[in-house]
Every structure is written in C-alpha cells, then in structure tokens.
C-alpha cells in the first residue's frame, strides 16, 4: 500500500507512522512524499523520526548506535531518518533528556532557517519574472509563498518548542509562538494551482478554484488573528 502525505513536523509524521503501525501497517519505504507500508501485526512496531547529521546518510557510529538499542532504519531522505523498533522491548524514545532535546530541535531550526533564505532567494526570482509580465512565474511565486509561510510556520514552532524544554530547566524565556492557519498557505497553494493548469482547465473551475483558494486564506488569516488574540 502506497500513501502520499507532506510533513515538516516530524513530531506529527510520528505520530501518524506509529497510527498506521497500531492499524497493523508498517512503513517500509519512502521517497518524495510517498510512503510504502505492507501489513503486519497491529501495534507491532514504534516509529521515531530522526535529524541526523548527513544529507541522504548515516555515519557508521549512527546506524551500530541504533543497532544496539535494537531500532532498524528504515529509510533516510535528506536528513531525516526513520526509524523503528519492535514495540515487545518497550518505550522508544530517542531525547530522553532536556538538553539532548534542545539541542535537537535547534539543528531541525537551522535547517529550517536556511532552506527558508534559500526558498526566499527563488520567490523574489519569480516575482521579478512575473513584474516583468511571465504568468508562469507569477504562478510560482503563489507556489513559492505558500512554501515559505509553512516554513516559517516551522521555525516560530521551533522557537516555542525549544523556548518550553528551556523553561523546564529554569530558564527564563521570552516571547510566543505565533501559530499561523496552514489554511493560508493552502489557499497561497491552491491558487498556483490554478494558474499554472489555466489553459488546461475550463475558465469556469478556474474561477472556482481561485475563489476557494480566496476563502480558504481569509478563514486563515481570521483563525491566526484570533488565535493572537487569546495569546
């Protein structure tokens, strides 16, 4: 079975790895947003997602680490590596600790960070290509915004997350996470959609589709302003 799903909280794509495990299927495989699972007993493995320190590998040190603690690596795309273990021998954690954690989330922040410069780069690209009349690029930039929204997202979730396992030590901390509607985003989203399929869809169900697109940010940009407002 082949499912497709986007993540960048890797906390959420835990979760929904080890929700299919409990439904009795086990991930085996992954590649640009496609998940493969095959059956198996339900609750038969724990999944963990992990950051590590190379692009599209593991150091020696890592992969004989996991070997002892008894967890298998699934995959690794990028830095991210799945992992997973038997759930017969017990709790798998894999930050214990407060510090282990900080310094966890902090290195998933920097990466976010720079992908977002990177990100940011491209989308003044396509808005310069779009001021100077390419409808493409002006698509783009729409696909591009959307992006860089979720991005952002991440980091402010970052910031919060390692703000919490600070004040936990005793630390003092300033400043909340300024949560942001993914429906602005998928608004941004959908309407690049629209125009980059223009001249393949009916002008109708592209008009649709925009005006979806229209109120599915506004109901975003309402929930994130009232979200401020009780924090």
């Not at 989330?105 to 992908?115: E, L, N």
Request: charged share 25%; with cysteine; net charge neutral.
């Amino acid at each position: 079975m082949i499912k497709f799903r986007l993540y960048l909280d890797k906390d959420a794509e835990t979760e929904w790895l080890n929700q299919m495990a409990a439904e009795g299927f086990a991930m085996t495989g992954f590649c640009a947003g496609f998940y493969r699972f095959e059956r198996c007993e339900p609750g038969k493995y724990i999944y963990q997602v992990d950051f590590g320190d190379r692009f599209f590998a593991v150091s020696e040190d890592y992969r004989e680490f996991m070997e002892e603690t008894g967890a298998d690596i699934v995959c690794n795309w990028g830095y991210w590596v799945i992992l997973r273990r038997l759930a017969e021998k017990g709790k798998f954690e894999l930050y214990t600790d407060v510090d282990s954690s900080i310094e966890h989330y902090t290195k998933i922040r920097k990466m976010f960070k720079v992908v977002t410069v990177f990100e940011l780069i491209c989308f003044f690209i396509e808005v310069f290509g779009a001021v100077n009349g390419n409808r493409m690029a002006f698509a783009f930039a729409f696909l591009l915004g959307a992006i860089l929204l979720a991005l952002v997202n991440q980091v402010f979730k970052m910031n919060d997350m390692i703000a919490k396992l600070k004040e936990r030590k005793g630390e003092a901390v300033s400043g909340k996470y300024r949560q942001m509607s993914a429906l602005v985003p998928c608004g941004l989203l959908l309407n690049s959609c629209a125009l980059i399929l223009e001249e393949t869809i009916h002008p109708t169900a592209k008009m649709a589709t925009q005006i979806v697109a229209i109120i599915l940010m506004l109901i975003g940009i309402y929930r994130t302003a009232r979200y401020q407002s009780k924090h």
